[in-house]
């Protein structure tokens, strides 16, 4: 059953540092998103991204991230200078034709 | 502004027990109402949704009711199992890309 990935599952980064996310979504699949999720908390979106263009993005997604899909099957998360509140759980998600999204399994952000 | 608002915030029931688990949304402009399932440690998994033209989807032991009237729509569990101890979300989509997701239920199903 094809599935999102994402890698690493766990990074630790110092504040103030720059941090990739990377993600491979389903394969056919049109629309990408990427979430947070702080420990304990609900779902945030942040972005979506169709047609190697930012379709929609949150409050939360200010000019610290940007978002891009360098090849036909890559999806990363940039975040250029990391803080301490920027530790969460993020996850990616994609969707095909249809509305059913799919997650990854997340990366776990640690900023110290 | 909360989109969607998800209640309660935890659940425990006895085995074979029927937790229910509501959500409740604003904007008229949603037609799709997916429910996620979440262990801990792991991304949500989409377990059942529902579009606004039907009152009811089943799907094994879950079943969502959709009340358009009240935009109101519920999930619930039959014959509840430890194993479906987990967070559950529920979200709405308005046929655009973003996702609005409810603050989540944690269910406990003791054995």
């Known amino acids: 059953e094809p599935e999102v990935t994402q890698t690493p599952s766990h990074q630790v980064t110092q504040m103030g540092q720059e941090v990739i996310l990377r993600c491979v979504p389903i394969s056919n699949h049109l629309y990408f998103y990427w979430y947070r999720q702080i420990l304990g908390q609900k779902v945030e979106f942040l972005v979506s991204?169709?047609?190697?263009?930012?379709?929609?993005k949150s409050e939360i997604f200010d000019d610290q991230f940007s978002v891009e899909r360098p090849d036909g099957s890559n999806f990363t998360l940039k975040i250029r200078s990391t803080k301490l509140e920027d530790s969460a759980m993020y996850f990616c998600a994609s969707t095909g034709s249809g509305n059913e999204q799919y997650f990854g399994p997340g990366t776990r952000l640690t900023v110290t | 502004q909360q989109q969607v608002k998800q209640s309660p915030q935890s659940l425990i029931v006895q085995k074979g027990g029927i937790p229910i688990i509501n959500c409740a949304y604003e904007?008229?402009?949603?037609?799709?109402f997916p429910w996620y399932q979440q262990f801990p440690g792991k991304g949500p998994a989409l377990l059942i949704a529902i579009r606004p033209d039907v009152s009811e989807k089943k799907e094994g032991r879950f079943t969502i009711s959709f009340n358009k009237s009240a935009k109101q729509f519920s999930l619930h569990i039959m014959d509840s199992q430890p194993g479906d101890s987990a967070t559950y979300f529920c979200?709405?989509?308005?046929?655009?890309?973003?996702?609005?997701f409810g603050t989540g239920t944690s269910l406990t199903v003791i054995p």
């Open positions: 991204f169709y047609n190697n263009e930012i379709s929609e």
């Open positions: 979200a709405a989509n308005p046929s655009s890309n973003q996702f609005y």
């Open positions: 904007n008229t402009a949603f037609d799709y």
